[in-house]
C-alpha cells in the first residue's frame, strides 16, 4: 500500500521539543518534496515547512523559523520535523504530504499532493 504515515505527536511543555517523522511504504520519498502542514480547531490548514529532494531546499513558515528544522533521511525513507521550544500557537494536527511538484514555491492545495498521511496531534500545554 502506497502511503505516507506521520509519528512522534504528544503533549510537552512550553518550550519543550518534539520530533515528528514521516515515513513512506510503497515508495521512495527520495523523488517527491514533502510539505509539513498542521491545522489547529477553527483554523485553515497552515504551511509549516517543506523540503526538496535536495536538502538545500528548505523552506519555514516565519513562525517557526529558528525552531523547527526539517531533514531528509533517505535510508530511512523518511523526513524529519525536529520541533524546539515550542509554544502553545504551535497546538494542532500536523500532516506530511509528498509532492512531485518540484519547481516554484511549495504547493498549498491539497490536489498539488499524491500522497498525504492521516496526521499527528501535537499539543503543547502546561
Known amino acids: 500500500q502506497l502511503q505516507v504515515v506521520e509519528s512522534g505527536g504528544g503533549k510537552v511543555q512550553p518550550g519543550g521539543s518534539l520530533r515528528l517523522s514521516c515515513a513512506a511504504t510503497g515508495f521512495s520519498l527520495a523523488f517527491y518534496r514533502i510539505t509539513w502542514f498542521r491545522q489547529a480547531p477553527g483554523n485553515e490548514r497552515e504551511l509549516v515547512s517543506c523540503i526538496g529532494i535536495s536538502e538545500a531546499f528548505v523552506n519555514y513558515t516565519e513562525s517557526v523559523k529558528g525552531r523547527f528544522t526539517v531533514s531528509r533521511d533517505n535510508a530511512k525513507n523518511e523526513i524529519i520535523l525536529q520541533m524546539n521550544n515550542l509554544k502553545p500557537e504551535d497546538t494542532a494536527v500536523y500532516y506530511c504530504?509528498?509532492?512531485?511538484?518540484?519547481?516554484?514555491?511549495?504547493?498549498?492545495?491539497?490536489?498539488?499532493?499524491?500522497?498525504w498521511g492521516q496526521g499527528t496531534q501535537v499539543t503543547v500545554s502546561s
Open positions: 504530504a509528498a509532492t512531485r511538484s518540484l519547481r516554484g514555491a511549495c504547493p498549498s492545495a491539497r490536489d498539488q499532493y499524491a500522497y
